[in-house]
């Protein structure tokens, strides 16, 4: 488990796991969630990204725990920049532990955020 960075403002370890120690399940479910999956379809068209400039449908806390979610799993990559955290996209090494799952999720993520915007209700 990678611990070198250190969140700005809490001091905590930002914690990934070793490309050897990422499980398929974990990092499947991880992307389940339309939210999350969100985040890793916009992670895969940048190459880095600072959380702040995510566009999520969601709360600071909520989108602190989707990001901890994906980051846990192996997914994401954050590192802190100044006052920012920057995010990327684990690519190469989903690519050699799971070979073709992140082209995968990527080509069937518009087809799915379409899919989650339907099953969500109007208001009113």
């Known amino acids: ?30 992307m389940t969630d339309p939210v999350r999956l969100g985040i890793v379809a916009t992670l895969g068209t940048s190459s880095e990204v600072a959380c702040g400039c995510f566009d999520l449908p969601v709360g600071k806390s ?3 725990r989707h990001f901890r979610v994906l980051r846990e799993a192996g997914v994401i990559r954050q590192r802190d920049e100044g006052t920012r955290r920057i995010t990327s996209l684990r690519r190469e090494e989903l690519e050699r532990r799971f070979p073709g799952l992140l082209d995968l999720v990527l080509r069937n993520a518009p087809a799915r955020a379409r899919v989650a915007r339907q099953e969500v209700p109007e208001p009113g």
């Not at 611990?3 to 120690?21: G, I, N, W, Y």
């Open 1 to 30: 488990m990678d611990t070198d960075d250190v969140a700005s403002r809490t001091f905590s370890p930002l914690l990934h796991p070793d490309e050897r120690d990422m499980d398929l399940f974990t990092v499947m479910a991880a």
């Open 62 to 64: 909520t989108r602190s």
